[in-house]
């Protein structure tokens, strides 16, 4: 740890008007005396919780160290089945567009910024270069290429250790690794490199070989030539003569697929609560300091559940005809102030702002209609304040939840989709001082006990959307 360096960037965190000094010097000393794993791939949420941080507080300080280059983001696809660090990438527009590849599971994974992309955090290298060897033991390779969010069962750990991983060897670059093993008739086994996201399959006849068997096979950028091979069954040994620049695993796996299954099903895996992109892309914070730039043009990423929320100004108009310019300009951009800290504070963030309305974005409904009913207290107190019936406006908001697309929008993240269209069309039902939600918003936690607690009349209508083929259920709250 550079200590000087690091003192320097915590005093440069400190600098931002919106950090809180004791909570930045408490990161600090963490960050100083912190065992270098404790640093490796930090999630956020659970750094908040082991240090006693409050959460959305810890992600601003964490977003603004990227910032100024006290830590680095890192872009981490996440295998569900195993809990792999398929890719660990440094920006988003290195996420790949439609899935990936978990060499150890040989399955593909749909690319979803919901449940398969995780954001870390780690210190910078001007910070830290944290030196950590993943080949210095098994246990170094596993927790450097595995999530440390995810939990496996204790049955299927049993399982794995004692029965399905046979063997771990490191390749060395121009060297050749051995391993050895028996096999039975119709055993399938695979040694797996997982850094550089190649296997080769060995599957087993019926037959038995006279004698032990001698392999060759060569480890290359490209993958293992061969990568499949068909053997009778009995003494083997693999010759894996490496051409790599630098050292790889090498994990010598017994497939038994069935019984896999039957584990997963009785014993599945926990994943704990991490800080994923999309709730970095819905972070107030990232998208005031990062734009996101250099996108490629086709840029598109899919979410599978994401909370849209428009709003407009009742009254703005007539505001400008009355008041005269200066004042309804002035209450215009107060209102859109309010708008944006009720956003920021319920974990949203702001996409765009369209004349008199907004476009907001949170990771669930229930934030999403926690910053609703926020904004319209918020509304009548600022017309309240403004000491004049004429100077009142009100203010319509339209709440939908779904699935969208990430995509590239002049140099910027925005949404598109159904999901946007349908939170658009629900607004425009709206009157002033209304919020208007759908079924799928309604029925997560938490909404009606909100509407309860709040006394609003609450009126189940069936719509006719434009652009929506099917009639849609929404909910007037007012």
């Not at 030196?131 to 049955?155: L, Q």
């Not at 087993?204 to 068909?230: C, H, K, M, W, Y």
């Not at 790889?248 to 991490?274: K, N």
């Not at 004429?390 to 949404?415: C, M, P, Q, R, S």
Request: glycine content about 6%; charged content about 20%.
């Amino acid at each position: 740890m550079n200590q000087s360096a690091l003192k320097q960037k915590i005093e440069a965190l400190a600098a931002f008007p919106e950090s809180d000094p004791e909570q930045v010097e408490k990161l600090g000393q963490i960050m100083a005396e912190a065992d270098t794993w404790d640093l490796f791939r930090i999630n956020p949420l659970r750094f908040a919780e082991t240090h006693g941080f409050e959460t959305s507080s810890l992600l601003d300080l964490f977003v603004r160290g990227a910032k100024i280059g006290l830590f680095d983001f890192e872009w981490n696809m996440i295998c569900p089945a195993c809990g792999g660090v398929v890719h660990t990438l440094p920006a988003i527009c290195d996420v790949p567009k439609n899935n990936f590849h978990c060499t150890l599971c040989d399955v593909d994974v749909p690319t979803d910024l919901d449940s398969q992309i995780e954001v870390s955090f780690s210190p910078s290298r001007a910070i830290s270069d944290l030196a950590i060897n993943p080949y210095a033991s098994f246990e170094n390779y596993w927790r450097y290429y595995f999530s440390d969010n995810f939990s496996w069962s204790s049955e299927i750990l049993d399982y794995m250790r004692n029965e399905e991983v046979r063997h771990f060897t490191i390749a060395a670059p121009d060297d050749t690794a051995q391993i050895s093993f028996h096999a039975e008739p119709g055993q399938l086994f695979r040694v797996v490199c997982i850094e550089y996201h190649t296997a080769l399959k060995l599957q087993f006849t019926a037959d038995r070989a006279e004698s032990p068997q001698i392999v060759d096979a060569d480890l290359l950028t490209s993958g293992f030539s061969p990568n499949t091979l068909e053997l009778p069954a009995g003494d083997v040994t693999i010759n894996v003569r490496s051409h790599l620049p630098s050292l790889a695993g090498l994990t010598h796996l017994f497939v038994d697929a069935p019984r896999m299954d039957r584990l997963l099903e009785s014993y599945p895996p926990v994943m704990a609560p991490y800080f994923t992109g999309k709730m970095l892309l819905n972070h107030q914070t990232f998208r005031d300091l990062f734009r996101v730039q250099n996108l490629p043009y086709d840029f598109r990423l899919k979410v599978s559940n994401i909370t849209i929320l428009f709003t407009d100004m009742k009254g703005s108009t007539e505001l400008y005809d009355s008041s005269g310019d200066m004042v309804a300009y002035s209450l215009v951009q107060k209102h859109f102030e309010l708008l944006t800290a009720s956003v920021r504070k319920h974990s949203g963030a702001v996409i765009k702002t369209m004349g008199d309305a907004i476009m907001a974005s949170f990771s669930n409904p229930l934030n999403g209609f926690m910053a609703a009913t926020e904004m319209m207290d918020q509304m009548e107190q600022m017309n309240r304040e403004s000491g004049s019936e004429a100077h009142e406006v009100g203010l319509k908001v339209g709440l939908h939840t779904g699935t969208a697309i990430a995509v590239n929008a002049n140099e910027t993240l925005d949404y598109f989709g159904q999901t946007v269209n349908i939170a658009a069309r629900v607004q425009g039902l709206a009157q002033a001082g209304e919020i208007w939600i759908t079924q799928p918003v309604y029925e997560n936690e938490g909404i009606s006990d909100i509407i309860s607690g709040r006394a609003c009349h609450l009126e189940q209508k069936i719509a006719v959307l434009k652009g929506v083929s099917e009639n849609t259920t929404v909910y007037r709250c007012a």
